[in-house]
């Protein structure tokens, strides 16, 4: 979807795990948000990240979740220590580098997260 | 909390044109107006954007009242895979964060 590569698609665990979901933004892209989404209820923004930057992490739970986006590689969301309730649909977006502008977020198709 | 209030849902006859409205009475002058779909679990997939002047592009066209307190989404021939959940979306001041809505359910009837 737009060129936002997320995965994996599904990722099973059991409570008490780590669940590590990766997110690579579209090329020429260098600002990657996650969102959350419940069944049935719209997105929920978590973080929002720039190369080696957490630019906003107001959407975060205080506990066992984070985020980075390294200088290579994807951006990881990690959750340890998964509860029943983190079983949603994660997305990440995208966009490009300029700052202020008004450009459009990109979104994946997102990771199915279930917690057994 | 969304800064848009949006129909629940709407049906729509096939070649006809789908016109989703939204609200935003509290828009700031600089903030621009967003419109994702959603189908069925994929991710929100972008549409259109504006600011105060209509526009269009080759998925739909986006019309913006003089004061700005709402805009409509139009779909001109609405087809069977336009069917998804529309979300209209003002993006926070001074942020990157979009607000999600409940968005509205378009059902486009054959």
């Known amino acids: 979807n737009a060129g936002v590569m997320q995965n994996p698609r599904h990722l099973v665990r059991r409570r008490g795990q780590e669940a590590r979901l990766r997110c690579s933004p579209m090329?020429?892209?260098?600002?990657v948000y996650w969102y959350r989404q419940l069944p049935e209820e719209g997105l929920k923004f978590m973080v929002y990240?720039?190369?080696?930057?957490?630019?906003?992490e107001s959407g975060m739970p205080k506990e066992r979740f984070s985020a980075e986006f390294p200088k290579e590689g994807p951006s990881i969301l990690r959750i340890q220590q998964v509860v029943r309730g983190d079983s949603a649909a994660y997305f990440c977006?995208?966009?490009?580098?300029?700052?202020?502008?008004?450009?459009?977020?990109?979104f994946g198709d997102g990771t199915r997260l279930s917690i057994l | 909390d969304a800064k848009t209030t949006q129909p629940t849902s709407m049906d729509c006859a096939e070649g006809r044109a789908a016109n989703l409205p939204c609200n935003h009475s509290t828009i700031s002058g600089n903030e621009y107006v967003y419109w994702y779909r959603q189908i069925h679990s994929q991710g929100p997939q972008y549409i259109i954007h504006g600011l105060k002047n209509n526009e269009t592009n080759e998925m739909a066209s986006l019309i913006i009242t003089e004061d700005r307190k709402s805009s409509t989404l139009i779909l001109p021939h609405a087809t069977l895979r336009d069917t998804a959940v529309y979300y209209c979306i003002v993006r926070v001041e001074g942020t990157y964060k979009y607000i999600f809505g409940t968005g509205t359910r378009l059902k486009v009837l054959a």
């Open positions: 977006a995208s966009s490009p580098v300029r700052q202020g502008g008004n450009q459009p977020q990109h």
């Open positions: 090329k020429g892209h260098s600002h």
């Open positions: 990240l720039q190369k080696e930057n957490i630019i906003d």
